[in-house]
Every structure is written in C-alpha cells, then in structure tokens.
C-alpha cells in the first residue's frame, strides 16, 4: 500500500476511530482557535483522547484545507525560478517514457517525479539549476562513466544537462527499469 493509499484508510477510519467525522474535528481545531500542529496535536490527546497518529492526521488535515495542491503545481514548483530552464529536459524525457506502455505512473512530489509500473523504476529530480538528476532501478547493472552506481531508491544515477544527453542510451537504460519494474 503507498502511502496515499494509506493516508486515505486513515481518513475514511476517522469515524470509526475517533467517533466524529474530519468536519467535526475540524469544526473542534477552529473553535479553539489553535492554528499550529503541534497545539493543534496536544489539544487533541489530552482534551479528547485522540492517539497521537489520528491527532497528526487531523491536525495537518486542518491547517492544509483550502491549500490542496495539485500533481501539476508540485511540478511547476521544481520547475519555477532558477531551475525553469530544465523543464524542457523534463518533458522530453517524459514524452519519452511515457512511450514506453500505458501503465507507466507518473507520480510527482515536493521534490521529485516518481515513474512506476507496480514499482519505482525511476526518479526525476532537478538538484541544482545546472542538471537533472535520473535514478534508475536497473539491479546489477555495470555502472559506466556516465551511469553511476547510487544507493537508496534508485540503483543508479544519470545527470542531464543538455538535450544531447537524452539519447539512445540514456532510452535504452530507462526502458530496460521499465521492463525490470
């Protein structure tokens, strides 16, 4: 289960739990006029007897209302600024992957775009105006001057910083994630 999967179970447990709906508690957070988290998670405990994890749901619900953010906004917010000159690098690699089979799952985050099939087989980010980074999960692959071993999330790392870069190559390594994911 991901973990907006998981966000969700909470939320559609929030009755069952707590014995009021989010509008309630949320209609509770602003009666008592509390409009910090941990005020808001302390209030919670020790007034209702909310636990500490249906307290934290229910606080950071409160204070995000009327601020949902959207897929595209996420990757707008990687994208703005000094790093805005990236983004045609971005897109294309996405036109590119997205080539690759309708299951390909196009997941952005605060700080990066996740691509699944079932599972991460890679990781877009922008970690400096100069260059994308691309993880990749390719297992054992031999690593070359320019595909990098990594740790965490990703097997290997690939930085590009031009348009040249996102060649046959650089495909080939993404399609052979896709095909492992």
């Not at 957070?29 to 209702?48: C, F, N, P, Q, T």
């Not at 799952?105 to 700080?111: D, G, L, N, Q």
């Not at 079932?118 to 922008?126: C, H, M, P, S």
Request: proline share 3%.
């Amino acid at each position: 289960m991901d973990v907006d999967a998981a966000t969700q179970t909470m939320i559609d447990n929030v009755p069952a739990k707590t014995g009021r709906t989010m509008d309630e508690w949320f209609a509770i957070v602003d009666a008592a006029g509390l409009d910090k988290h941990g005020l808001i998670l302390s209030h919670l405990k020790s007034e209702y007897g909310v636990s500490h994890g249906f307290a934290n749901l229910i606080a950071a619900r409160a204070l995000s209302r009327g601020q949902e953010v959207t897929e595209d906004d996420l990757v707008d917010a990687q994208y703005a600024g000094r790093k805005a000159p990236l983004r045609p690098l971005y897109e294309r690699l996405l036109a590119e992957i997205t080539r690759f089979g309708p299951d390909v799952e196009v997941a952005p985050k605060k700080t990066s775009v996740s691509l699944r099939r079932g599972k991460q087989f890679a990781l877009i980010e922008a970690p400096s105006a100069a260059r994308l980074q691309l993880g990749l999960n390719l297992g054992d692959a031999t690593a070359t001057g320019r595909l990098r071993v990594a740790g965490g999330m990703c097997t290997h790392r690939v930085d590009v910083t031009s348009g040249e870069q996102i060649d046959a190559e650089l495909i080939g390594w993404l399609h052979q994630a896709y095909e492992q994911a």
